[in-house]
């Protein structure tokens, strides 16, 4: 079971939010979701590109007892994949962008195969959302950062989604830490929520 440790770690993009934002200390459990919530504007996505090794940043992150600075930033997201709000796409069609195809886990999602075949112009937000988490999940990471995974989803393709991700995390023993600001959500996937306060400063929440 690999977990991933972070160890004060703050993020360096220039920014008031920054310089208020208390540095974070966790340890991320395998198999287990840890929630992040805080206002909107209050760095949690900051953190989570700090811990993918997207933005500058202070502190150490982990996986395993593997260094986030013993590797690349490429590599080390090949580990620890990190999911935005909203998805890049840039090619033409939805299967331009896929390396592996996991059909099981389109299906899961409510998609048939030829969703591989639909132009991009066509899908909505949330079918690009499902989609990306597909497309992540099938490069096999170690640990998932997902930010605000169900934003744009109805009630029944969240829960799919929760369990999707639920089912991957068990069968990898892959840590998550999953930023929502719905706290019913939260309530059913995680027993430690992770809360950034509007004065910068970070309270764990266990249940």
Known sequence: MADLVISNLRSRVPGLVVQRLAALNLCLHGAEITGLNGP???GKSLLLR???DLDPSMGEVSLADCSRTSMAGHEWRKKV????AESGWWFETVGEHFLQTDIASLQKLGFEADVLSWKITR???GEKQRLALVRSLSREPE???LDEPTAALDES???NVEQLVSDY??????PVFWV???PGQLNRLTRCIINIQSDGSIREQVR
């Open 81 to 84: 994949a990190y999911l935005p």
């Open 157 to 159: 393709h969240t829960l």
């Open 169 to 174: 995390m068990k069968q990898r023993n892959a």
């Open 50 to 52: 700090a811990i993918a």
């Open 123 to 125: 899908i909505s937000s």
């Open 40 to 42: 909107s504007g209050s």
């Open 180 to 182: 929502s600001h719905d």
């Open 143 to 145: 640990a998932l950062l």
